[in-house]
Every structure is written in C-alpha cells, then in structure tokens.
C-alpha cells in the first residue's frame, strides 16, 4: 500500500550516516563525562529538589519514545541512577517536567503528539496521580491560535508564579512559542499569549525559561530533531516571563561541533548551582544511528558576557563533572583494565569501550543471536570483589545473565546469577563476596527480541559503593514471554533445525510441474508446512528460462506454519529470492510476515520502484529503497539482510544500498507470499525460489551463490496463450536465450482458437524464423529436447520445424488429422528419439554437427497444400535429453489441462452499459467451479472499439468512446493453459446522452461564491467558510479557484472549501485541475491537497468519527502526487502514487452501487484507477451524498488550486 503521513511531528525524516570513529577519537576517549546517562534518553529537563538532582527525560531507542516512564537522581551530577515511576502508562512519553509548587506538592507534564497532560505528586518520583480524568489533555492543539502543542516546560519565577512554554514546528507564517501564566490548580491558565517566530526567530520546539541576574532566558530548538541541523537558540526580556523579548546574540549558542561527534544537540534545559548555570541537552549517538532515534543525555557550562548576553557554548566530552560530593569514593577496579571479549560488532564497538567509565561508548558483541555473550576483566591481582554495577545498553529492558569470579582464570564460582532475571534498571547491582583477579560476565538473554547483548560499563568495587534496592524498578513486563506464551497457543513455534544454517521457508518452482496451478506448496524450510493459495492460484510456467511461480497481481499463498519467535522484534533475517518483473511497480510485495503499520513494525520484502520502501517496508524512517531499482524483463537475485543493526540489499550479488536501523518487528501467525498481510497490494511477476533465514546470509557468501551463474535450462519457450489474436509479426521467445520468432515474408499466421484452444495457425508456407543465431541457442551442451503441442487440419508428416534436425531426423508417419498432439524430439548427443503423446515411435542415429542448423524456423513447411493448417500452441527447447520418465510426466500435464474451458457459453454477471457517453463498462460471469485462474477478453463484435486483450479482472471499462452510439459487446474465457472458451453472445451498449442527467461547468461566469452563494448555479452547497481559513471560493480567467490556509479534510476544523451538489444514486464526476500552488516553480508550498470529494453529511459537525468521505485528489508534497483517500468510522486510509510534480491532472470517482471507482487519467479520455481502487462502501450506497470539488493546506501556508471542466453524469 502506499502511504501518506499528515502527523505534523513526524515530517521530513532523514537517513544519518553510521559514523565510523577510530577508538582514538575524542569521544572515545575513557573518563568522559558526556554522555551524562547510560542509555538512550531524549529531551531532557534537569531539576534539583533538596539536595538531588533529578533528569526527567524521554524513553529513546525503542522506536518513538514509547516509555517507559521513569527518571534519574544523583546527589553528586558524576553517579545516576534510573528509577521506575508510575505514570504515565500511554503509548508516547515524550518531554517530561516536573515543578514544585507552593502547595508542596510536584507537578509532573508529559505530552503525546500534540497534547500536553499533567499529574500531581508529594514526591518528585511519584506515584503521580493525573490532573484530569478519563486521559484527558490539559492542553489540547492549537489551544493558542497559531501554537502547535508539544514540549511543555515550567518555570517558576522569583514571585513564585510558576508559567508553562509550550510548542512545536513554529516555524510556519504566523506561528511561535505559546506561554501562559498557570493558575492555582496547575491545569488551567490566568492569561496565555504567543511570542511569534519573528522574535524567537526559526523557533522550532523545546522552549525553557530560566533567569539570571533579572535577564529572563527563553531558550528554544532550532532545526530538524533528526540531523545536524538541530540547535539551541535563545530569546531576552527584561520585563517578564511572558516578553516582550529580544533575539539573542551569538546564536545559536549550541549547534553540531566541526567533527560532528557532537550531533544534533538541542531540546535542553538549565539548572542554576551556585552562580553557575549549566546546560543539560541531548544529542545523537556516536556512531549516529539512523532516524534520530538514539540520543543522549550531556551537559556543559553556560558562559555568560558582561551584558548577560549567553556566549557560544564549546560542546564538550569531558562535561562538568561533579557538582555535588562524590557519592562513590571507593576506586573502579575495572577501570581500562585488560578486557577479552567472545567476539565484537567493529572497531568501533571494542571490549575495551566496557570498562572505559564512558557513556558514550559501547562493547556489542558480533552478532545478535541467542548464543551468549562473554566479557572476561583482568583486574591485575587478586582483591576482594563486594559489589558489581552494570550498564546495559537499553535501561528499560531486562537482560538475563550471570557473573562469576576467578583467582586464576581457570577456576571460576558464581558471584552473582541472573540468568532468570525479570528487573530492568541501570545500573545493574550485584553484591557478593570474593577474592579475585577475574571477572567474567556471561549474557544469556535479553528482553526484547533481537537486541545485542551490549553494555556501556562494568565496575567493580572492593566494597558496596550504592545500595541495591530492587524497588527502585519494577519487575519486567515480561512481554517477551508472554509474547512467547500467545505463539504457542496460536501454534506459533520457535523452529530449531537439525542444520541451524537451514532456512525457515524453502520454496523452488524448479520441483513442481511445468503450468501447475499452485494450489499448494510444500515449504521445505524448517517452518515446514505448506503454502496455500489464497483464492485463485499463481500458475508455474517458463518466464525468461526459469521455471517460476506466476502472480498476476491479485493472487498469494498463505503458510500453514505460523512466524518463529526469531523473525520477532529487532532479531535478524535474510530474504533471498529471484524475481522476474515485466514492468516496475511503485510497490511490489513479495513476502510478508507482519501486519499493522507501526513505525519501525513491519516485514514486507519486494521488487518495487517506491523510493521509500521498494525493497523493504517497515514503516517509517526504518522503511528500505533499493539505491537502484533492478531493471525490469529480467532475472535479478535479490537478497536482503539484516544483522540487528545493518540492513542491505544485493542485486545480483553487488551490495545495492544499506541503512543502520533497529526494527521492532510484530509478526502476525503466518507468512504470506505474493501480497502484503493486509492485502491492500498484491506482486506482479515470477518468483523462481524464495528463501527466509533467521540469521544473515554472510556478504562473501552471497557474491558467491550469483557468481554461480548456473545457465537456465530451458533456452526457448513459446506459449500462444501470451499472445493477443490476430497476426504474427513476432511471437516472443521467452526462454533465456530471448529474441523471438518473426514472420517471414508475405503474409504472417494468425493467432486464433483452434479446436478450443489458443493457437498460432500457419497455413500453406507461412512461417516464423528465429531471429538470433541458432548455435548461440544450446551453448556447449551436447544434448537436447524440444516438446511441442501441435494441430493438423489434415493427415501429413510432424515437419512444423525446419532447421531444428537433418533430413536424417525426419519421419515419415503421419499425425493424425484435427486433434491436438503432444510431440517429443529428444537428442542425446548420438541417437534421436521421437516420441507422440507418450509413445516413442522413432529412434534415429544423428551426428552432433548433423543435429541442428543454422537457422530455425516454424510453421507449414508445404507450401503447395495452401488450404492446410498447421497450428502450434507451445513450445520448448531444453537444453538436455528427456528422460522416459519426464517425458511421462510431461505428456500426463499435457493431457490433463486440455480440456474444454466451460460447459456452458461464457456471459455477463453486469451487462455492457454506458456509465457515460463516452465510456462503457461491463463484467463477465465468473466460474466459481473451476478452480485455476480466468482471464477475460472482451470485443465489441464490429470493430468500432479496440478488444481489451488478455486480463485478469473480469470488469472492464471501454473508454474514449463515441457519444450517441451502438456498441455490441461479447467476452470469451481463457485458463492458464490455453483452453479457450467459445464467444458469448453479444449486448448492446448504448451511449445516448438521453440516458443520462449531465451537469456541467465550464467556470465561464465570473462568481464570487462567498459573498453571491451558490442560488442560481447548479451547484447546492458550500463549506470551509470559518474567518480564519481566510477562503476564496470564486469563478475568474474561466476556472474556479478554492484558497485557504490552515484548513483540513482529516475530520479536524476548520474545513476547507468544498463546493457540492447533492446527489444520490450512480454516477461518474470528473474534472481538470489546471493549476495549484508551487506548480510553476514545481516547488511545494504546505500541504495543498485538492480534488474531488464525495462526502456523507455527518449527523454531528462535531464527532470525528461520523466524517464519512472519498476523496480523489492531487498532493504534491512528500512526492505523492495523486491521492486517494477513504475516511471510514475515523480511519483515514491513503494511497499515492508517488509522481510529485508528475501528477495526472484529470480526476473521476465513479459510484456503481456500494463501489467506488477512483481514477486518473493524463488526456482525460483515457483512465487508470488509483492504488486500491475500487472500494467498497456500502455506507455511502443509497445515502444522499455531497460531490464537489474541494481544498485544503493541512497547515498554516497560504495554498489553491484551480479547476476547469466538471462534469457530473446521472445514470437516469
């Protein structure tokens, strides 16, 4: 499916280079002091109450700051430690504060997107109670006009007055930071105002207000959360909390460092010790992974000039060290002693980063696998050992693992065992009691799936530096197990092979019959089970030489077995498969084991051309493109891996692009082959083989396996079924060698239904010649098949091949007349055998040189006999001599597919009939009995429309027919085998425009619809009229033109303008967009969506919910281009096709009953449906509904569109 995101947090994200630092770089070096904490915490807010201090900070690196809740304290700023609070429990825990007021109570602020909650405590670690009931918001969206809520911070001023600053993407026209003074109850406000982006210039987010020497400091973010681009800036006042302010000078007083190890800081807040200031931020990770989402916690002093201006800050590594008394006096024994590992990720993750007192740096083992992992410490001497802490990598997810101690190395007891461990924490403390030089920890599990068994810092103390208090966390959700618990009752199994190298699922096309109807699929992986079809089967057949399994688009093969806990979460995977597409597709589904659309959730490997996730859709920034497509009308090898960090692709053996990621997989019981999981887009092409492994594939391994380059078997293939009727100038090889076979000169057979199946039919002397060289077809090999279905309309010789075998290979008994045969020419390198519907009835010594001639050609070789025909229906050239037994098989596949296509004559389930007067459209009958896949070929009986050829879909649209004509329509069925139907009869369709009630507007009168209304026009009504959408709904220079800003059609208000009619029953509205916003420059301006709408009127103006709505339209923005929307019950389902600026200018939305069709088109004649077209809506089926034309910005720019040509047709 394709997808369009209107969150406004989540816009723009970019890729972050995997930066590889040597260990001598700075940020590497041991003893820093930046990072603050151990593990992936975002937008933090330093608070000191008494005599601790406490970060309150987002949960990062787990996908979108999902929580958990909880908070660090440290009496000294040098030795933090996590705890576990109770609220709140939502999906998002991002940009907490917390304040003291006078009442002595704590007031806690968190937001999800775009709302800001609040809860209250008599401690600063809670247990929190909320501020309102029933999860509701102290602050909702554009509370203050022109303010997107997000990042709430408080500051209390000196009078005791504490004020909230809020807000988020200020950087659009008339937009800015909102404040406001909180009232006694901590949830409502006194006054609010907003300081507008033209004085806190490129505010972006993040504010917070602290205040020295009676100077008030609104520091903000800048720039894009994601990359480099992210900065601290700063605004003054000297007369309040709430302005008016003052630019700052120096800005940005906090932006990326020239090497870049310092990345992206922003988000930041500031504590007062003493007279000194200190700034605690965020930045990215060092190596940065990708998306952002893996920042941590700094800090650095503010320096301040004499005029109380903030100086540029010099981010640092080093830090600020203690600011308190040192909590922990005892010396680390650990500290950059010699450490030995079981094995590291890269130099940039080495054990020595283990014991290196830096948070910044991080031993990762090689891989992400269930074995364990193992750090061995050489203390130096043996000494008593009372008290171990560690750091692992993520705080908030358990690790199971054990430490033990030894004097020598060899010898070793347990000091502390957690191999069932269930309490996350950081750091972890272990007490015991030994004599030892050696310390080895062993890791045996983790929590979530698939994360690395990683750690920033073990310590080892001679005595108990920190109390071990497991109340500080609370006891781990267990999710993995009960994950685990809901696969075993769903049947689902974590496979263990005998080879642990054997892949989970194991199909090949290679084992199954030649035009087998896949109706199921032995999995020879270790998953087991089989693949069954889901509907109509996929066929095997010969495409380009490889024998593969065919998808036409709307078939798949679900699995039996269900998904193994090892494709679960962030664990490793390879997909290796050949795939073979006639013409590229934007999305192109291949496999999937997921469903749900998550960020960072999803596993849907294809071969598709979306820029976004043509090879891998995980949704979101994780979501995985091919650099460069493969090109298409050829095999490709395609294997993708991911190791738990890195995620490539190889075409062809040759790395295509990679990304750092970490995935968050949510399998669903069962893979699916050929559709995504929802089904909403279907594979279009051949897949030869399909392998899943739960490891990755090693790179050396895969160059190997495409070197191989083992050449096809099959060197030439025809199949008249491909072709469309009528003469044969090329009928196209589609074995590996390509090219085809072309009409000689005069006149070229015909393709036509012979004796009910589809045939090329030579008569007297017509002939097709191969149009590359003979010798180039067979290679080096010596021996050689070729088996044909041939058609005599008379008693003669088997001499339809001329060229293929010498005059000695010929024989002289007769096939018999007017029934098909099946033929058999096998070559051994000595003898030829020749064999008729099974039977050998030849065997012919041929010399090797004798066997094969320069040219090869098929076709009536008896040029006298002009009123014989011959017709050919298949053919293939293997390159290797037919066994007894395969030539067996073959000749029983044979027999058992011809057969008579229906019993009865093919006919209409809808009969042709115009929808309008230029357009007809109809639909065959089914035929639910037969159980291979149809294709359907319709033919207006005289000639005056062209046939729709060979398709799938049993509908059919004419289109760019005439008006007030006659057009005679009949359908004939076709298998996969080449059985034909006869004709149906044929039913009139009539494009009189008398049947229809037609309604257009050329926008030739000027008229402003706002302030004249729409009395007089054939239009009946018109919406998006609020003061602040500042709407032009007007007729001028001959097109209508909407305008609005800061409107929407996603269920929130204010609406953008919709001008409508009302309508009810079936109908077909178009109409030509001939300008928009941006579209001069092609350059973007917000979010200008417009187009077509048909709309329910709600019973309500007020419950999102009720907002019933379809909508064809034009998006430029994030490359979209057209876009179909279907709003149903507050789901707002979207699909694009990903042209930007390359749009269809012409829209169509056509109501047949409950279905809607959404189509567009280039020259407004011809139409193509949209992405997931038609729809089913059986709420909008006999409603009256509202058919327009309408606009909006999803936003704060000014932004229009401009119409000509509606046209509304009423089937009467």
Same mark, same amino acid.
Request: hydrophobic share 35%.
């Given at each position: 499916?394709?997808?369009?995101?209107?969150?406004?947090?989540? @816009?723009?994200?970019?890729? @972050?280079?995997?930066?590889?630092?040597?260990?001598?770089?700075?940020?590497?070096?041991?003893?820093?002091?930046?990072?603050?904490?151990?593990?992936?915490?975002?937008?933090?807010?330093?608070?000191?109450?008494?005599?601790?201090?406490?970060?309150?900070?987002?949960?990062?690196?787990?996908?979108?700051?999902?929580?958990?809740?909880?908070?660090?304290?440290?009496?000294?700023?040098?030795?933090?430690?996590?705890?576990?609070? *109770?609220?709140?429990?939502?999906?998002?825990?991002? $940009?907490?504060?917390?304040?003291?007021?006078?009442?002595?109570?704590?007031?806690?602020?968190?937001?999800?997107?775009?709302?800001?909650?609040?809860?209250?405590?008599?401690?600063?670690?809670?247990?929190?109670?909320?501020?309102?009931?029933?999860?509701?918001?102290?602050?909702?969206?554009?509370?203050?006009?022109?303010?997107?809520?997000?990042?709430?911070?408080? !500051?209390?001023?000196?009078?005791?007055?504490?004020?909230?600053?809020?807000?988020?993407?200020?950087?659009?026209?008339?937009?800015?930071?909102?404040?406001?003074?909180?009232?006694?109850?901590?949830?409502?406000?006194?006054?609010?105002?907003?300081?507008?982006?033209?004085?806190?210039?490129?505010?972006?987010?993040?504010?917070?207000?602290?205040?020295?020497?009676?100077?008030?400091?609104?520091?903000?973010?800048? #720039?894009?959360?994601?990359?480099?681009?992210?900065?601290?800036?700063?605004?003054?006042?000297?007369?309040?909390?709430?302005?008016?302010?003052?630019?700052?000078?120096?800005?940005?007083?906090?932006?990326?460092?020239?090497?870049?190890?310092?990345?992206?800081?922003?988000?930041?807040?500031?504590?007062?010790?003493?007279?000194?200031?200190?700034?605690?931020?965020?930045?990215?990770?060092?190596?940065?992974?990708?998306?952002?989402?893996?920042?941590?916690?700094?800090?650095?002093?503010?320096?301040?000039?004499?005029?109380?201006?903030?100086?540029?800050?010099?981010?640092?590594?080093? #830090?600020?060290?203690?600011?308190?008394?040192?909590?922990?006096?005892?010396?680390?024994?650990?500290?950059?002693?010699?450490?030995?590992?079981?094995?590291?990720?890269?130099?940039?993750?080495?054990?020595?980063?283990?014991?290196?007192?830096?948070?910044?740096?991080? =031993?990762?083992?090689?891989?992400?696998?269930?074995?364990?992992?193992?750090?061995?410490?050489?203390?130096?001497?043996?000494?008593?050992?009372?008290?171990?802490?560690?750091?692992?990598?993520?705080?908030?997810?358990?690790?199971?693992?054990?430490?033990?101690?030894?004097?020598?190395?060899?010898? =070793?007891?347990?000091?502390?065992?957690?191999?069932?461990?269930?309490?996350?924490?950081?750091?972890?403390? %272990?007490?015991?009691?030994?004599?030892?030089?050696?310390?080895?920890?062993?890791?045996?599990?983790?929590?979530?799936?698939?994360?690395?068994?990683?750690? =920033?810092?073990?310590?080892?103390?001679?005595?108990?530096?920190?109390?071990?208090?497991?109340?500080?966390?609370?006891?781990? &959700?267990?999710?993995?197990?009960?994950?685990?618990?809901?696969?075993?009752?769903?049947?689902?199994?974590?496979?263990?092979?005998? %080879?642990?190298?054997?892949?989970?699922?194991?199909?090949?096309?290679?084992?199954?019959?030649?035009?087998?109807?896949?109706?199921?699929?032995?999995?020879?992986?270790?998953?087991?089970?089989?693949?069954?079809?889901?509907?109509?089967?996929?066929?095997?057949?010969?495409?380009?030489?490889?024998?593969?399994?065919?998808?036409?688009?709307?078939?798949?093969?679900?699995?039996?077995?269900?998904?193994?806990?090892?494709? =679960? #979460? &962030? *664990?490793?995977?390879?997909?290796?498969?050949?795939?073979?597409?006639?013409?590229?597709?934007?999305?192109?589904?291949?496999?999937?084991?997921?469903?749900?659309?998550?960020?960072?959730?999803?596993?849907?490997?294809?071969?598709?051309?979306?820029?976004?996730?043509?090879?891998? /859709?995980?949704?979101?920034?994780?979501?995985?493109?091919?650099?460069?497509?493969?090109?298409?009308?050829?095999?490709?090898?395609?294997?993708?891996? !991911? %190791?738990?960090?890195?995620?490539?692709?190889?075409?062809?053996?040759?790395?295509?692009?990679?990304?750092?990621?970490?995935?968050?997989?949510?399998?669903?019981?069962?893979?699916?082959?050929?559709?995504?999981?929802?089904?909403?887009?279907?594979?279009?092409?051949?897949?030869?083989? @399909?392998?899943?492994?739960?490891?990755?594939?090693?790179?050396?391994?895969?160059?190997?396996?495409?070197?191989?380059?083992?050449?096809?078997?099959?060197?030439?293939?025809?199949?008249?079924?491909?072709?469309?009727?009528?003469?044969?100038?090329?009928?196209?090889?589609?074995?590996?060698?390509?090219?085809?076979?072309?009409?000689?000169?005069?006149?070229?057979?015909?393709?036509?239904?012979?004796?009910?199946?589809?045939?090329?039919?030579?008569?007297?002397?017509?002939?097709?010649?191969? &149009?590359?060289?003979?010798?180039?077809? @067979?290679?080096?090999?010596?021996?050689?098949?070729?088996?044909?279905?041939?058609? *005599?309309?008379?008693?003669?010789?088997?001499?339809?091949?001329? +060229?293929?075998?010498?005059?000695?290979?010929?024989?002289?008994?007769?096939?018999?007349?007017?029934?098909?045969?099946?033929?058999?020419?096998?070559?051994? +390198?000595?003898?030829?055998?020749?064999?008729? %519907?099974?039977?050998?009835?030849?065997?012919?010594?041929?010399?090797?040189?004798?066997?094969?001639?320069?040219?090869?050609?098929?076709?009536?070789? *008896?040029?006298?006999?002009?009123?014989?025909?011959?017709?050919?229906?298949?053919?293939?050239?293997?390159?290797?001599?037919?066994?007894?037994?395969?030539?067996?098989?073959?000749?029983?596949?044979?027999?058992?597919?011809?057969?008579?296509?229906? $019993?009865?004559?093919?006919?209409?389930?809808?009969?042709?009939?115009?929808?309008?007067?230029?357009?007809?459209?109809?639909?065959?009958?089914?035929?639910?009995?037969?159980?291979?896949?149809?294709?359907?070929?319709?033919?207006?009986?005289?000639?005056?429309?062209?046939?729709?050829?060979?398709?799938?879909?049993?509908?059919?649209?004419?289109?760019?027919?005439?008006?007030?004509?006659?057009?005679?329509?009949?359908?004939?069925?076709?298998?996969?085998?080449?059985?034909?139907?006869?004709?149906?009869?044929?039913?009139?369709?009539?494009?009189?425009?008398?049947?229809?009630?037609?309604?257009?507007?050329?926008?030739?009168?000027?008229?402003?619809?706002?302030?004249?209304?729409?009395?007089?026009?054939?239009?009946?009504?018109?919406?998006?009229?609020?003061?602040?959408?500042?709407?032009?709904?007007?007729?001028?220079?001959?097109?209508?033109?909407?305008?609005?800003?800061?409107?929407?059609?996603?269920?929130?208000?204010?609406?953008?303008?919709?001008?409508?009619?009302?309508?009810?029953?079936?109908?077909?509205?178009?109409?030509?967009?001939?300008?928009?916003?941006?579209?001069?420059?092609?350059?973007?301006?917000?979010?200008?969506?417009?187009?077509?709408?048909?709309?329910?009127?709600?019973?309500?103006?007020?419950?999102?919910?009720?907002?019933?709505?379809?909508?064809?339209?034009?998006?430029?923005?994030?490359?979209?281009?057209?876009?179909?929307?279907?709003?149903? &019950?507050?789901?707002?389902? /979207?699909?694009?096709?990903?042209?930007?600026?390359?749009?269809?200018?012409?829209?169509?939305?056509?109501?047949?009953?409950?279905?809607?069709?959404?189509?567009?088109?280039?020259?407004?004649?011809?139409?193509?449906?949209?992405?997931?077209?038609?729809?089913?809506?059986?709420?909008?089926?006999?409603?009256?509904?509202?058919?327009?034309?309408?606009?909006?910005?999803?936003?704060?720019?000014?932004?229009?569109?401009?119409?000509?040509?509606?046209?509304?047709?009423?089937?009467?």
């Amino acid at each position: 499916m394709y997808r369009f995101f209107t969150v406004v947090l989540f @816009l723009s994200i970019c890729f @972050l280079g995997f930066k590889a630092r040597g260990q001598q770089a700075t940020e590497n070096k041991a003893g820093s002091g930046n990072p603050l904490l151990p593990g992936y915490f975002a937008d933090p807010t330093i608070r000191k109450f008494g005599d601790t201090y406490y970060i309150y900070a987002t949960t990062d690196g787990n996908g979108g700051g999902h929580g958990p809740s909880q908070v660090w304290a440290s009496k000294d700023f040098l030795n933090w430690r996590m705890q576990d609070m *109770n609220w709140p429990g939502t999906r998002y825990y991002w $940009a907490p504060d917390v304040i003291n007021a006078d009442d002595g109570k704590y007031y806690m602020y968190y937001c999800q997107p775009v709302e800001i909650y609040g809860a209250s405590s008599t401690s600063p670690v809670g247990p929190w109670a909320p501020l309102l009931p029933d999860g509701k918001a102290i602050i909702p969206n554009y509370f203050i006009p022109g303010v997107i809520t997000l990042d709430g911070q408080t !500051f209390k001023d000196d009078d005791g007055k504490i004020y909230m600053f809020w807000g988020t993407w200020g950087i659009y026209p008339d937009h800015g930071c909102g404040v406001g003074l909180l009232n006694a109850d901590m949830r409502s406000f006194a006054k609010t105002a907003k300081i507008p982006n033209i004085v806190a210039k490129e505010f972006f987010e993040a504010p917070f207000m602290f205040k020295r020497k009676g100077i008030y400091y609104l520091t903000y973010s800048s #720039g894009a959360c994601e990359n480099e681009t992210y900065r601290v800036q700063y605004a003054t006042s000297k007369t309040g909390p709430m302005g008016p302010f003052v630019f700052g000078k120096n800005n940005p007083v906090l932006a990326t460092n020239a090497d870049g190890s310092v990345h992206g800081p922003g988000h930041q807040s500031v504590v007062q010790v003493g007279n000194d200031y200190y700034m605690v931020y965020h930045r990215h990770n060092n190596p940065h992974s990708n998306g952002g989402y893996h920042r941590q916690v700094c800090a650095d002093k503010l320096v301040f000039d004499g005029d109380g201006n903030i100086e540029k800050m010099v981010p640092t590594h080093s #830090g600020v060290g203690l600011l308190g008394k040192n909590t922990i006096t005892s010396p680390n024994l650990a500290y950059q002693k010699a450490v030995t590992a079981s094995s590291s990720y890269s130099n940039n993750y080495l054990p020595a980063f283990a014991v290196d007192d830096n948070n910044g740096t991080l =031993w990762k083992p090689a891989d992400n696998s269930t074995k364990p992992a193992q750090l061995i410490i050489d203390l130096g001497k043996q000494q008593p050992v009372k008290q171990i802490l560690t750091s692992f990598e993520y705080a908030t997810w358990y690790y199971q693992y054990y430490i033990e101690a030894s004097a020598d190395g060899k010898s =070793w007891t347990m000091f502390a065992d957690r191999r069932l461990n269930h309490r996350h924490g950081s750091p972890m403390v %272990d007490n015991g009691n030994s004599n030892a030089r050696f310390i080895r920890l062993t890791i045996s599990d983790t929590e979530y799936p698939g994360l690395y068994k990683a750690l =920033w810092n073990i310590k080892v103390y001679g005595r108990e530096v920190i109390k071990s208090d497991t109340a500080l966390y609370a006891n781990g &959700n267990k999710q993995k197990n009960k994950d685990a618990n809901a696969m075993d009752s769903a049947g689902i199994k974590n496979s263990i092979a005998k %080879d642990p190298k054997m892949p989970l699922i194991d199909i090949d096309a290679a084992s199954l019959p030649l035009k087998a109807s896949v109706i199921a699929c032995t999995n020879n992986g270790s998953c087991g089970g089989v693949f069954k079809t889901d509907g109509k089967p996929p066929v095997v057949d010969i495409v380009a030489g490889k024998k593969a399994f065919v998808f036409n688009g709307t078939q798949s093969l679900q699995s039996s077995a269900g998904v193994p806990v090892s494709l =679960w #979460g &962030n *664990n490793s995977y390879t997909v290796d498969f050949w795939a073979y597409c006639k013409v590229l597709k934007d999305e192109n589904p291949l496999i999937s084991w997921t469903d749900g659309d998550g960020d960072h959730t999803g596993a849907t490997f294809g071969y598709g051309d979306n820029k976004a996730y043509g090879a891998a /859709q995980h949704f979101g920034v994780s979501d995985f493109p091919y650099a460069a497509t493969p090109g298409p009308e050829k095999w490709h090898h395609i294997v993708i891996t !991911f %190791d738990g960090s890195f995620e490539k692709v190889f075409v062809d053996g040759l790395l295509n692009n990679q990304e750092n990621k970490m995935l968050f997989l949510k399998p669903t019981g069962k893979f699916v082959i050929g559709a995504k999981m929802d089904s909403s887009a279907y594979f279009s092409g051949a897949l030869s083989a @399909l392998k899943v492994y739960d490891y990755p594939v090693a790179d050396a391994a895969i160059a190997k396996t495409a070197a191989l380059n083992v050449p096809a078997d099959v060197a030439i293939y025809l199949d008249a079924a491909k072709l469309n009727y009528g003469p044969v100038q090329l009928w196209p090889n589609d074995g590996d060698t390509g090219g085809g076979f072309a009409a000689k000169a005069g006149v070229p057979p015909m393709v036509k239904d012979v004796d009910d199946k589809i045939a090329v039919a030579f008569s007297g002397g017509q002939q097709l010649q191969f &149009n590359k060289a003979a010798a180039g077809v @067979l290679g080096n090999t010596m021996a050689y098949s070729i088996a044909y279905s041939i058609y *005599n309309s008379s008693p003669q010789q088997d001499n339809a091949l001329n +060229g293929w075998f010498t005059n000695t290979a010929k024989n002289d008994k007769l096939l018999s007349a007017k029934m098909w045969h099946y033929v058999v020419k096998c070559f051994d +390198g000595k003898l030829l055998k020749h064999y008729v %519907d099974g039977y050998c009835i030849a065997t012919t010594p041929v010399a090797k040189a004798e066997s094969i001639a320069e040219f090869l050609s098929i076709g009536n070789l *008896n040029k006298d006999k002009t009123d014989a025909q011959v017709a050919i229906s298949s053919l293939v050239l293997y390159r290797h001599s037919l066994s007894p037994p395969e030539i067996e098989e073959l000749t029983g596949d044979w027999k058992k597919n011809r057969h008579p296509l229906l $019993a009865i004559r093919p006919s209409f389930k809808i009969s042709p009939h115009a929808i309008t007067p230029g357009i007809v459209q109809m639909e065959a009958a089914t035929a639910p009995e037969i159980k291979t896949s149809l294709q359907y070929n319709f033919i207006e009986k005289d000639g005056k429309a062209k046939p729709s050829g060979w398709a799938n879909s049993p509908v059919y649209t004419a289109y760019g027919l005439g008006p007030n004509q006659q057009y005679h329509y009949l359908v004939k069925v076709k298998d996969d085998f080449g059985n034909v139907s006869s004709v149906s009869a044929a039913f009139l369709a009539n494009t009189s425009t008398r049947n229809f009630l037609t309604r257009t507007d050329n926008f030739t009168n000027p008229r402003n619809f706002i302030t004249q209304g729409t009395s007089g026009t054939l239009w009946q009504g018109l919406m998006g009229l609020s003061a602040e959408a500042q709407s032009k709904i007007k007729v001028d220079s001959g097109s209508l033109l909407l305008q609005s800003k800061g409107t929407n059609w996603d269920g929130n208000k204010p609406y953008g303008p919709f001008l409508y009619q009302q309508v009810q029953g079936d109908f077909v509205v178009e109409v030509e967009v001939i300008d928009l916003s941006g579209l001069q420059q092609k350059k973007v301006t917000g979010n200008n969506d417009i187009g077509i709408m048909v709309r329910k009127k709600p019973f309500t103006d007020t419950v999102v919910t009720d907002e019933q709505l379809i909508q064809n339209s034009i998006f430029p923005a994030w490359n979209c281009g057209n876009l179909f929307t279907n709003f149903k &019950n507050g789901q707002r389902m /979207q699909v694009n096709t990903q042209a930007g600026w390359n749009y269809d200018r012409f829209l169509q939305i056509q109501k047949a009953g409950e279905l809607f069709y959404i189509r567009k088109s280039k020259d407004g004649i011809s139409w193509t449906d949209m992405p997931n077209s038609p729809v089913t809506r059986p709420d909008l089926k006999s409603a009256q509904l509202q058919v327009g034309l309408y606009q909006s910005s999803y936003g704060p720019q000014q932004s229009y569109a401009r119409f000509a040509g509606y046209k509304l047709y009423i089937l009467k």
